[in-house]
């Protein structure tokens, strides 16, 4: 079956508009083709500097014929109702309809056969509908033409089984309109004449000639692979950096793999300032010693391939690379020349939010914070205090000014230089982390208790003024500072009251028209809950069983959430948890049902006096004995042995069920027995909601 070829040919892409422009191509040509009655096998797309290319394979020569039916009026409807029908349908008499007895009348219908159309002709509408709804971030007009796009358009390569389509592109009233074509070029100046494809295959290989790598992910390991290679020729290793690499990946069409030198007299700057400085402004490539530390090289992809083996690119890079680490190590040597404490005063000059006070302020509630924190974990309060003080001192340095990516980390440097302890230091480089899932977490008690306090401060200074995220909008990181404290928590096993730590950050808010203290730490509990899920939900953990937890009210211990999160999915899991949970759910049904009829709850004592068979007398006594057993278990946080104890109700809850008629004629029985079935949920609803769990 016949193949379609496209390729929008430009001047070039920025590469982070590249691989989502390839993917909106494709997402875009396949729904069109779909729309249209299109089947095919495969669609592939493919991105570089200059071009967009999508590739579909298993197209049809022809859409298939259609055959449309409309229901109209009743046979002997109104004139009015059946002319109404006759324009709908764009028929002119009923006689061009036909009659059908449906089983419930007999009605007119309107069938028209609608002949396939050659796909060549629909593909050329499809085309430039599709040019025209690429939602490019960014684009532009050039020259007198009208139509916006990412950069300059030069040509459009439209190839439908080996022929070129028929069609264009309309660029507006002044530059007209872009024929397709079946030619396009190779790279800009190794191989920058024109030449013809007839499909993918000879498009690919032709373009490979022309000193053009289509693949995204081919050129990614060619870059990674001769990086490395001229790394280990020095004995050196590359220092891993996808997001470099993907983005050196949209830079080249041809990668050649250049290594340069690095001036030894910049090597005292701290190795982040200086590959900082390379990836982001040179996108530069560093490597790394036998011991892990910053050799004095640097790899560069270059676009080219040259005479001299690219000795003039190098030594060019190398000049520009100069000019940009000499005013990092300027930065680097002023800022040694002020003490961090001297800086922190400017801080009150930086405003952290217009409702939340300065930076200087959040400093000072930080302080207090840390310390509290410190002091309920263990770790060091005086050391915690001193690190939050210096904490963002960095901000007002010229080295952050100039690269605000190593906050925290110039802090570390310059706290030590001064002679701060390694614990400050550390906190101090630590405190913004872990950044992301992907990111470290803090794990020196110092560290944690700062990297807290920074976070709580935000969020409840951001819910007090009614600043949550909403749907996908959170402009202020919260969501990542939750996630974030869940994980210094979690994986430091902290034994903190949230709602404690909550109130006593809000406490320090010296800042009227507040939310109450009590509303935001409830808001934030329900916040938490939903990311804990998340995180939960990542490690296997049902969402619901944490609903069935915190519905229960009064847990803000994640470590002890967790233990009972846990146990309690290892219990719905087992045969005895399931069928106890169906029995619960039988029960409550029944209890819910029997109050809104009788207009009253049941969840008084059962009378023992009132059980009269062994099945419901097995069933109080076991109800009882699980109660009494299962409260201690719960206060010694022993929740697998709890749910143990549950586990032993299931064979009287079932003798219950199998025997026992709850809906008795005597009326005094029938309600004692509704109690009993309350006081499975009861028993049950001790260790968490059962209702809220799924199945």
Same mark, same amino acid.
Request: aromatic share 6%; glycine share 8%.
């Given at each position: 079956?016949?193949?379609?070829?496209?390729?929008?040919?430009?001047?070039?892409?920025?590469?982070?508009?590249?691989?989502?422009?390839?993917?909106?191509?494709?997402?875009?040509?396949?729904?069109?083709?779909?729309?249209?009655?299109?089947?095919?096998?495969?669609?592939?797309?493919?991105?570089?500097?200059?071009?967009?290319?999508?590739?579909?394979?298993?197209?049809?020569?022809?859409?298939?014929?259609?055959?449309?039916?409309?229901?109209?009026?009743?046979?002997?409807?109104?004139?009015?109702?059946?002319?109404?029908?006759?324009?709908?349908?764009?028929?002119?008499?009923?006689?061009?309809?036909?009659?059908?007895?449906?089983?419930?009348?007999?009605?007119?219908?309107?069938?028209?056969?609608?002949?396939?159309?050659?796909?060549?002709?629909?593909?050329?509408?499809?085309?430039?509908?599709?040019?025209?709804?690429?939602?490019?971030?960014?684009?532009?007009?050039?020259?007198?033409?009208?139509?916006?796009?990412?950069?300059?358009?030069?040509?459009?390569?439209?190839?439908?089984?080996?022929?070129?389509?028929?069609?264009?592109?309309?660029?507006?009233?002044?530059?007209?309109?872009?024929?397709?074509?079946?030619?396009?070029?190779?790279?800009?100046?190794?191989?920058?004449?024109?030449?013809?494809?007839?499909?993918?295959?000879?498009?690919?290989?032709?373009?490979?000639?022309?000193?053009?790598? *289509? =693949?995204?992910?081919? $050129?990614? %390991?060619?870059?990674?692979?001769? !990086?490395?290679?001229? /790394?280990? @020729?020095? &004995?050196?290793?590359?220092?891993?950096?996808?997001?470099?690499?993907?983005?050196?990946?949209?830079?080249?069409?041809?990668?050649?793999?250049?290594?340069?030198?690095?001036?030894?007299?910049?090597?005292?700057?701290?190795?982040?300032?200086?590959?900082?400085?390379?990836?982001?402004?040179?996108?530069?490539?560093?490597? *790394? =010693?036998?011991?892990? $530390?910053? %050799?004095?090289?640097?790899?560069? !992809?270059?676009?080219? /391939?040259? @005479?001299? &083996?690219?000795?003039?690119?190098?030594?060019?890079?190398?000049?520009?690379?100069?000019?940009?680490?000499?005013?990092?190590?300027?930065?680097?040597?002023?800022?040694?020349?002020?003490?961090?404490?001297?800086?922190?005063?400017?801080?009150?000059?930086?405003?952290?939010?217009?409702?939340?006070?300065?930076?200087?302020?959040?400093?000072?509630?930080?302080?207090?914070?840390?310390?509290?924190?410190?002091?309920?974990?263990? /770790?060091? @309060?005086?050391?915690?205090?001193?690190?939050?003080?210096?904490?963002?001192?960095?901000?007002?340095?010229?080295?952050?000014?100039?690269?605000?990516?190593?906050?925290?980390?110039?802090?570390?440097?310059?706290?030590?230089?001064?002679?701060?302890?390694?614990?400050?230091?550390?906190?101090?480089?630590?405190?913004?982390?872990?950044?992301?899932?992907?990111?470290?977490?803090?794990?020196?008690?110092?560290?944690?208790?700062?990297?807290? /306090?920074?976070?709580?401060?935000?969020?409840?200074?951001?819910?007090?003024?009614?600043?949550?995220?909403?749907?996908?909008?959170?402009?202020?990181?919260?969501?990542?500072?939750?996630?974030?404290?869940?994980?210094?928590?979690?994986?430091?096993?902290?034994?903190?009251?949230?709602?404690?730590?909550?109130?006593?950050?809000?406490?320090?808010?010296?800042?009227?028209?507040?939310?109450?203290?009590?509303?935001?730490?409830?808001?934030?509990?329900?916040?938490?809950?939903?990311?804990?899920?998340?995180?939960?939900?990542?490690?296997?953990?049902?969402?619901?069983?944490?609903?069935?937890?915190?519905?229960?009210?009064?847990?803000?211990?994640?470590?002890?959430?967790?233990?009972?999160?846990?146990?309690?999915?290892?219990?719905?899991?087992?045969?005895?948890?399931?069928?106890?949970?169906?029995?619960?759910?039988?029960?409550?049904?029944?209890?819910?049902?029997?109050?809104?009829?009788?207009?009253?709850?049941?969840?008084?004592?059962?009378?023992?006096?009132?059980?009269?068979?062994?099945?419901?007398?097995?069933?109080?006594?076991?109800?009882?004995?699980?109660?009494?057993?299962?409260?201690?278990?719960?206060?010694?946080?022993?929740?697998?042995?709890?749910?143990?104890?549950?586990?032993?109700?299931?064979?009287?809850?079932?003798?219950?069920?199998?025997?026992?008629?709850?809906?008795?004629?005597?009326?005094?029985?029938?309600?004692?027995?509704?109690?009993?079935?309350?006081?499975?949920?009861?028993?049950?609803?001790?260790?968490?909601?059962?209702?809220?769990?799924?199945?």
């Amino acid at each position: 079956m016949p193949e379609l070829l496209i390729e929008f040919f430009s001047e070039e892409i920025p590469a982070r508009m590249q691989a989502r422009a390839a993917d909106d191509l494709k997402r875009l040509v396949t729904e069109k083709l779909a729309a249209s009655g299109l089947s095919f096998a495969k669609a592939e797309a493919h991105s570089t500097p200059r071009r967009l290319a999508l590739v579909v394979d298993g197209l049809p020569e022809r859409t298939a014929d259609v055959k449309e039916e409309k229901k109209g009026p009743r046979v002997g409807s109104p004139e009015q109702a059946v002319q109404g029908f006759l324009k709908s349908a764009g028929l002119t008499s009923l006689d061009q309809c036909e009659q059908r007895d449906t089983g419930k009348g007999v009605f007119y219908f309107a069938v028209a056969e609608k002949k396939g159309r050659d796909t060549a002709e629909v593909l050329a509408e499809i085309i430039p509908a599709v040019m025209a709804e690429l939602p490019w971030p960014k684009s532009m007009r050039w020259s007198s033409g009208d139509v916006r796009w990412v950069r300059p358009l030069h040509s459009i390569l439209a190839v439908f089984g080996g022929q070129t389509l028929a069609g264009s592109f309309n660029l507006g009233e002044r530059q007209g309109s872009l024929a397709f074509g079946n030619t396009t070029r190779g790279h800009r100046f190794l191989s920058p004449e024109p030449f013809a494809v007839e499909g993918f295959a000879d498009y690919r290989e032709k373009l490979r000639a022309a000193h053009v790598i *289509l =693949d995204r992910e081919e $050129r990614k %390991a060619k870059v990674k692979a001769d !990086a490395e290679a001229l /790394a280990a @020729a020095q &004995g050196l290793t590359l220092s891993p950096d996808d997001g470099l690499l993907e983005e050196v990946a949209g830079l080249v069409e041809w990668p050649v793999m250049l290594m340069g030198s690095i001036d030894e007299a910049f090597m005292d700057v701290p190795a982040e300032v200086l590959i900082t400085s390379m990836r982001t402004h040179q996108k530069y490539f560093a490597v *790394l =010693d036998k011991g892990g $530390r910053m %050799a004095p090289r640097f790899i560069v !992809a270059a676009n080219m /391939a040259t @005479a001299d &083996g690219g000795k003039a690119v190098v030594a060019g890079n190398e000049r520009v690379l100069r000019a940009r680490l000499s005013d990092a190590k300027f930065f680097w040597d002023q800022d040694r020349k002020t003490k961090l404490e001297e800086r922190v005063p400017k801080l009150a000059n930086i405003t952290f939010h217009a409702k939340l006070g300065t930076v200087s302020e959040k400093v000072n509630r930080v302080q207090v914070l840390a310390a509290e924190i410190a002091r309920a974990t263990g /770790a060091d @309060a005086d050391a915690a205090t001193r690190a939050a003080f210096l904490a963002k001192a960095d901000l007002v340095t010229e080295v952050v000014g100039e690269f605000p990516e190593v906050q925290g980390i110039m802090g570390r440097y310059y706290a030590l230089g001064e002679g701060e302890s390694a614990a400050v230091a550390e906190a101090i480089a630590e405190h913004y982390k872990p950044l992301g899932p992907n990111d470290s977490c803090p794990k020196a008690p110092v560290s944690v208790a700062v990297a807290l /306090a920074d976070k709580l401060d935000t969020l409840v200074g951001f819910f007090a003024i009614d600043e949550k995220p909403t749907g996908s909008k959170d402009p202020y990181a919260l969501r990542r500072a939750a996630l974030g404290i869940i994980r210094l928590v979690l994986e430091n096993g902290l034994r903190l009251n949230l709602t404690q730590v909550f109130q006593a950050a809000h406490g320090l808010y010296r800042v009227g028209g507040f939310a109450a203290s009590d509303a935001v730490a409830g808001d934030l509990l329900a916040f938490f809950a939903d990311r804990l899920k998340v995180v939960l939900r990542d490690q296997g953990v049902r969402h619901d069983l944490v609903d069935a937890v915190f519905s229960l009210g009064g847990e803000d211990d994640l470590v002890r959430l967790l233990a009972r999160v846990k146990a309690l999915q290892e219990f719905v899991g087992s045969e005895d948890g399931a069928n106890l949970l169906t029995a619960y759910k039988r029960a409550s049904n029944i209890v819910r049902i029997e109050e809104k009829k009788d207009g009253k709850a049941y969840d008084q004592p059962v009378d023992a006096a009132l059980l009269t068979l062994t099945e419901e007398k097995d069933l109080y006594g076991a109800l009882t004995d699980a109660a009494a057993t299962a409260k201690p278990l719960l206060d010694k946080e022993d929740f697998t042995g709890t749910m143990g104890v549950l586990a032993r109700l299931r064979g009287p809850v079932d003798a219950f069920f199998d025997k026992v008629t709850v809906n008795a004629e005597q009326a005094d029985l029938r309600a004692n027995r509704l109690r009993l079935l309350s006081q499975i949920r009861a028993t049950l609803n001790a260790v968490a909601d059962f209702s809220r769990i799924e199945g």
